[in-house]
């Protein structure tokens, strides 16, 4: 995976988490990566020539004039992909690691180079390696090696591109998403509230449910396909669900989870889902229609003009965590696409694009190296810009909030109508680090987020409305892992977005009422 120059081991082990979970490694879609065929699948230019080296394997050498050798790869840019070569300059000769994405029509969109982006190994020279997330218009990759006229030679014994699989778009949700988009803080009846049923020390099986309720409609486990029952699986008291004791309902054991500092469990999809009916209020923050603040945006919707939206973010804005990426049921998307599709219902707008350009792992510094890669050149006219979760762990409060400034400005140099809604990151589990500083760098970055807000940038407030939720539940009920949302608060945040543009108390329906929700 992509690590910065200046990361640490703690990043590392972050970042490395992103695909802990994934059972399958990359797909490797290079031909002769290894040059066991010579130079069959590659393009060759200059001064290139094989051998075989010292442990008997083939080997490209360039040199010692100017040569390259390059293949092209038609491929998908839904998932991201990991570049790796192993290439040694002598002492003269220096060998340079290219990638270079194109759109359908075979227009350049952006490139990677070694040295800039592409970094080797720390222990080994020798390997470069870079995970990367293509731009959302990418129909083909091409990966180069190459050396300049300078005298010496470059030895290259493996070159290859290989792609994730996290996400399959032939996986489909079978679930309404106007019912997901239900506000959970608005109306009387809750559907699909997630509960982790956690049993401590031998005791019943236990989870908290938001609001006390005046009837359970119906508990199910995580994909909806067993309905359990009241008194035989399990019974209710005030807001307490208690699983029986020959309950069938998944329950985990708190003494089978990973415990200490970073211990890393993945209990997304052992949540049983509870839809119910309650007559409380919600007593936590809410997210606020702020389109006054986004009259570019609005204006759109309300014409129904074309609007192109780019997301920005880390891995939660990608969609690690939701059932979809984790490929088991039901395979709820992303909730980057929920936001979407409830935006073109609402607003009754079928023109409006939506590109994902976030990146597993990212962390503001990378975004300010990335905008005018992967968001300017998209033209956008709205920018959701969502990162922090990679950033807590060594990006003080000064640096993050400069990085996000610095994307807006990029983005504004060649779209100066562009206008921006900020996300502040959801809080991660607190018993993931005991380290009090990274939970008070999470509320400084929430407020310096706020602190740009004006026209044309707005906040949505996910840092906040997470800890609220998590007070008045478990935070293991909203997480799929101590840092990514499972479905559950996944349809928090796309309903957070939703009530940022869509005015429920507007009297057109058209383009800025939420009343078809």
Known sequence: MKLPRFAGSLLLCMMALTHAWADAPPKVVTVNPAFAQGLDGWQVSGDVHLQTGASGVREVVLGPGAGSISQRVAIAANNHMQVSATIHSDSAGVGKLTVRLFDRNGNELMSLKSGEDIQPDSRNPDELSDYFRPHPLTASVEIVISKDATPGTVTVSRAELAVYGDDNPALHSTQNVAELMKPFWQGNTVTGEAVLMESFS????????????????????????????????????????????????????????????????????????????????????????????????????????????????????????????????????????????????????????????????????????????????????????????????????????????????????????AEFLLVSTLRFDPAYTTNAGYWDLVSQYDARLRAMTGPGVQLVDMTNISGAVYAAKSPKDCLNDPLHPDDYFARWYAQSLIAALVDEHAPNAAGTTGAAR
């Open 202 to 417: 031998g005791r019943p099986a236990t989870g908290t449910l938001m609001f006390r309720p005046a009837r359970v409609l119906s508990v199910t486990n995580y994909d909806g396909s067993v309905t359990y029952q009241e008194g035989r699986d399990y019974t209710v008291e005030g807001r307490t669900l208690t699983a029986t004791p020959n309950s069938r309902m998944i329950v985990v054991r708190d003494a089978d989870l990973k415990h200490g500092d970073l211990a890393w469990n993945i209990i997304g999809g052992e949540q049983v889902l509870v839809n119910y009916e309650h007559s409380d209020q919600w007593p936590g923050p809410v997210q606020p229609y702020v389109g006054d603040g986004l009259p570019n945006t609005i204006g759109k919707l309300r014409d129904r003009a074309p609007l192109t939206i780019v997301a920005f973010g880390d891995s939660i804005t990608y969609g690690i965590g939701s059932s979809h990426m984790r490929q088991i049921p039901p395979y709820q998307e992303p909730w980057i696409d929920l936001f979407a599709q409830q935006l073109r219902s609402d607003t009754a707008d079928p023109s409006i694009t939506l590109y994902n350009s976030s990146q597993s792992g990212a962390a503001s510094d990378w975004a300010r190296n990335m905008a005018a890669r992967m968001v300017a050149n998209l033209h956008p006219d709205l920018v959701i810009i969502a990162f922090g979760q990679n950033d807590f762990w060594r990006i003080s409060a000064n640096d993050f909030a400069a990085n996000i400034a610095a994307v807006m400005q990029t983005v504004r140099a060649t779209n100066p109508n």
